[in-house]
């Protein structure tokens, strides 16, 4: 709870609701402005992953909540690891005998899997419940780039380093879609795992319901034990009533959990002892970017952490897909630096690959969802030759005056030379090897065996466990406990790190620079920006780069 906020008192008997319309991010903003909606004036305020999972411990241990109300008919998370994260915060929850019930007019593949936990599942009497596995669409820009007169040149380590074939390929290589196969098929069975123990379906069973289409309505979901009733939301009140023991006639008074994040924790006690857990979100980039993952904030916040005496042990909460080679190592060595006097442990997101995994392999101990994305331990340089479509298309040509041969290497106005395709080759070959190193020594494994797992393949949490990549199937909560076990602490408080701007600060921020067009662009191009973001990000961030090979929306 901020200090700046209002305690709330809650009465007696009173339900903590859970809604996930809003935007999940990892860590909530004090920026009372954030997504401000300038067309309607009003903001979409974001709601962080940690205010989830805390109220939701929070709420197990007092007196006055009975229960907590899941409605799920819209909800907003970036992947499964996230909602995953929430679903084991729920199935703790459940631990205090309180009771958890869900509620949706239309249930998706992903509300559906965290509706699973809980106690009783209910749906409109006209909604419908999507069961049909999962997929994974590339989008090729090869054809496009022909039309338009561009060639993308690309260097790259790595048998799946898929990030560069939609530039050079118009569908996916047969290295790349064994890759999807294999990583889809292991997320996969690790939610239909977990769904089936929740409602005591087996993994056939739910197989053959995707297979064969065979559950769409409210009538199809209940004969398949999916859910248990389906309800209108005035009978799903009375429902309510009854689960929390309510005299007859009387409803329920409920709390959203933002609103529950002002009520102050009870016994909440001091200690100069600290957990610094340190949130490194997005793109791995250089210098300083509040919308992306800066080597600057991020290195300077470990090494505070490190010199901090009263910090006993760092936690990286890493959700990252990489980016910068350079920035990422960066970031590795204080890493690094900061294992030799204190324990790290790592807790993945959604994402922690390619140099989002690179930044974390001096850690202690490693975490990850089942369903995480991570490994993608290789290296790819791209730069476009625009010269052919300026001079066909708009009749537009460029010439240059230099004092040396290679003074214009990399610029976009002509393609590289033959020695120069082979300079950038080898510093692709250096850097891979640099990063296979780091991992190598992180992890304690011969680098023959990480050059054999790496080749920028893509693996789910649960096999980068197998293949020791990752120590510890768990989320932030349990990461945070392992770094208390190893720096032998008991009593502690946790500090989030970066510190957060003040809020005029960050509103200058968002007003300025990249942020305003950024949001511009979510609006008119909706579900296509990640597509857009990706080209331009490529085009911005162009030289060697360790990046996952795509971004993928599993719902």
């Given amino acids: ?153 690309i260097i790259r380590h790595g048998k799946f380093k898929s990030a560069v074939e939609p530039f050079m390929l118009d569908k996916m290589s047969p290295a790349n879609r064994e890759q999807f196969d294999v990583l889809l098929n292991s997320i996969w069975g690790s939610i239909t795992s977990e769904i089936g123990k929740s409602r005591n379906i087996s993994t056939e069973e739910l197989n053959s319901i995707a297979n064969n289409m065979s559950v769409s309505d409210g009538e199809s979901a209940v004969k398949a034990k999916l859910v248990d009733g389906l309800l209108y939301k005035d009978e799903l009140i009375k429902k309510l009533s009854t689960f929390a023991k309510l005299e007859k006639g009387k409803e329920p008074e409920a709390i959203s959990i933002t609103k529950y994040d002002q009520v102050a924790a009870k016994d909440e006690k001091f200690s100069h002892e600290k957990i610094s857990v340190i949130y490194a979100n997005g793109e791995v980039v250089m210098g300083s970017d509040s919308q992306n993952l800066s080597e600057k904030e991020i290195s300077n916040a ?100 230099k004092t040396n041969e290679h003074a214009d290497l990399g610029t976009p106005f002509r393609s590289l030379s033959s020695n120069e395709n082979q300079v950038i080759q080898m510093e692709i070959e250096r850097v891979y090897k640099t990063f296979t190193g780091h991992v190598s020594a992180g992890r304690r494994l011969p680098a023959s065996y990480v050059d054999s797992i790496g080749q920028g393949r893509v693996w789910s949490g649960l096999m980068a466990q197998k293949l020791k990549l990752v120590d510890k199937i768990g989320g932030l909560t349990d990461a945070i406990a392992e770094a208390a076990k190893l720096a032998r602490v008991k009593e502690y408080r946790v500090v989030e790190l970066p510190e957060q701007k003040d809020a005029f600060s960050e509103i200058l921020e968002d007003f300025t620079g990249e942020s305003i067009s950024t949001y511009f662009a979510k609006g008119q191009l909706g579900d296509a920006f990640e597509s857009y973001n990706e080209i331009r990000s490529f085009v911005k961030n162009q030289g060697v780069q360790t990046r996952m090979p795509f971004w993928i929306q599993m719902k």
């Avoid at 929070?58 to 998370?77: F, H, P, Q, R």
């Avoid at 997101?349 to 975490?367: C, E, L």
Wanted: proline letters at 3%; a positive charge; charged letters at 25%.
């Fill in 1 to 153: 709870m901020s200090s700046a906020e209002e305690e709330v008192k809650i009465s007696p008997k009173t339900i903590l609701k859970l809604e996930l319309d809003r935007p999940i991010v990892e860590r909530s903003s004090k920026n009372p402005f954030e997504n401000l909606d300038i067309k309607r004036l009003r903001s979409n305020k974001s709601i962080g992953l940690n205010t989830i999972v805390n109220n939701l411990k929070k709420a197990k241990n007092d007196e006055n909540i009975v229960g907590v109300y899941m409605d799920l008919s819209t909800i907003n998370a970036g992947g499964f690891a996230t909602v995953q994260e929430i679903r084991n915060a729920i199935l703790d929850f459940k631990k205090s005998g309180k009771f958890v019930v869900a509620y949706s007019d239309t249930y998706t593949q992903i509300a559906y899997y965290l509706a699973s936990a809980a106690d009783k599942v209910y749906l409109n009497p006209e909604g419908n419940l999507e069961m049909l596995g999962l997929k994974a669409q590339v989008m090729f820009y090869k054809g496009a780039l022909e039309k338009l007169g561009i060639n993308a040149q």
């Fill in 302 to 401: 470990i090494r505070a952490a490190r010199k901090d005496e009263n910090t006993k042990a760092i936690v990286l909460r890493v959700n990252s897909p990489g980016g910068s080679a350079l920035a990422s190592d960066i970031i590795w060595r204080e890493m690094d630096l900061a294992r030799k006097v204190k324990p790290v442990v790592v807790s993945m997101g959604d994402y922690a690959a390619s140099g989002g995994y690179y930044i974390t392999a001096p850690a202690n101990v490693i975490y990850a969802q089942p369903t995480t994305l991570t490994g993608s331990i290789g290296v790819f340089g791209v730069l476009f030759d625009v010269q052919k479509g300026l001079k066909d298309k708009l009749g537009i040509s460029v010439d240059v005056a």
